[in-house]
């Protein structure tokens, strides 16, 4: 497609500006930015009811419109982000070694941006201002492909990056949306090898599965969240199931939502009407196993397919485990390598979990929600990795940069 080939040169041309960029302009960027997009609330606001009115005659609901949904709130918390980010330390240029051969030469490795960085993503505007403010502090360039039922927002959010940046003097093509949001754009990205140098899928699984499968440019996957709580026999219920709800029904459509439950079974007369009930007042569907369902009235019989589901709605499936190898065993089988959580009291079981579990955040006795690049102090996050190669758990700064050899010598010649 032409736009997309006109647009990654524009990138590739911004991308040499912008790497070379003091920290103090890149946070002066960010943090105009950030004072823009809480003045123009109302008219944000007014181009996200545009896209919920469409995504209301496209027939989207549940979580879908959630994620689509913006208000003054969502703005000054996506505003804090990009504050946050101004207020990091800026990775580019870090100094990781430098070592002294016998021959005298000074050999260094130092952090540098990954160059122009491609996202295709759906329903979510607050990721157009994160993925902005992330790309901008480490010096990259990022070309930016929402979903269509979100394109009144991005455009209004990447309005308002493009007027600072430019304003300020700089290349606005630092920051671009595509406009087409055909699937022949996305394909077209995925083949975009000359000027993209990573690519990025944010969204359901299909998006991140046609991406992976398709993408010629390199790809970090990030992943699918089917997490899970496991409420271990020594746990304290009450908190157990604070965690639990808060876990599945804080935000129900997010990838670090909890879409399984595990009781072991020592605990599972008194924890499964405690925790199912509370889930089923918060209006949750919980569909059990024989034993969940013989203990819990209103609980639906849970198929295998539930096992593995990541349903980003009210719905949870819930088991009961013989031990905490089982409930381990289990999160392996199914799981997507993303978050899990135990709540007990037993030190040794925290750790034989923290030890054992593969995924990119293991939690003791908190709530999955947290996995979340604003939760660990990063401003916000580029997608959440559940890959391990470069970058695992969510993507902050320093996994948008790659590293370069710096070499020092005073004449030396190779013999």
């Not at 549940?62 to 996506?78: S, W």
């Not at 505003?79 to 002294?100: F, N, R, T, W, Y």
């Not at 199914?334 to 959580?341: D, N, W």
């Not at 690049?373 to 890959?387: N, P, R």
Request: hydrophobic fraction near 40%; include cysteine.
């Amino acid at each position: 497609m032409k736009e997309i080939i006109e647009i990654g040169k524009k990138a590739k041309e911004a991308a040499y500006e912008l790497a070379h960029l003091e920290t103090s302009a890149k946070d002066s960027i960010l943090r105009g930015v950030a004072t823009n997009l809480v003045k123009a609330t109302a008219s944000i606001l007014e181009e996200n009811r545009k896209d919920l009115e469409n995504a209301k005659e496209m027939g989207l609901k549940g979580a879908i419109v959630d994620r689509l949904t913006l208000n003054e709130d969502r703005i000054r918390g996506i505003a804090e982000g990009l504050e946050q980010i101004a207020g990091l330390e800026d990775p580019v240029g870090e100094v990781l070694e430098m070592k002294k051969r016998p021959n005298g030469l000074m050999i260094g490795k130092k952090r540098v941006p990954l160059g122009v960085v491609g996202v295709i993503y759906e329903s979510r505007p607050n990721v157009t201002a994160d993925v902005g403010g992330l790309c901008i502090k480490t010096g990259n360039v990022c070309v930016l492909r929402g979903g269509k039922e979100a394109f009144n927002s991005n455009m209004a959010i990447v309005s308002i990056f493009r007027d600072v940046v430019a304003g300020m003097g700089y290349n606005p093509d630092m920051i671009q949306l595509v406009t087409n949001t055909t699937r022949e754009s996305a394909n077209a990205l995925m083949k975009l090898n000359e000027y993209l140098d990573i690519l990025i899928p944010r969204g359901g699984a299909g998006l991140i599965r046609a991406v992976v499968q398709n993408s010629t440019v390199p790809v970090i996957e990030t992943g699918v969240g089917n997490c899970h709580v496991f409420v271990d026999t020594s746990a304290d219920l009450e908190m157990a199931k604070d965690i639990v709800v808060n876990s599945k029904t804080h935000r129900p459509g997010v990838c670090n939502a909890a879409e399984s439950l595990l009781i072991h079974k020592d605990i599972a007369e008194k924890a499964i009407p405690l925790i199912g009930q509370a889930l089923l007042d918060a209006g949750v569907e919980v569909r059990g196993d024989a034993q969940v369902c013989s203990l819990l009235e209103d609980a639906r019989e849970a198929t295998e397919e539930d096992w593995a589901t990541e349903y980003l709605d009210y719905i949870i499936s819930a088991k009961v485990v013989g031990s905490l190898k089982e409930a381990i065993s289990h999160i392996h089988t199914y799981g997507s390598s993303h978050s899990e959580s135990i709540v007990t009291s037993d030190y040794g079981n925290a750790q034989f979990f923290l030890d054992r579990v593969d995924a990119a955040a293991v939690y003791v006795n908190a709530s999955t929600r947290f996995t979340d690049g604003f939760e660990f102090g990063y401003g916000a996050e580029i997608g959440i990795s559940t890959q391990k190669l470069h970058a695992r758990g969510p993507m902050g700064l320093k996994e948008l940069t790659t590293t370069k050899y710096v070499i020092y010598g005073s004449g030396q010649i190779r013999k």
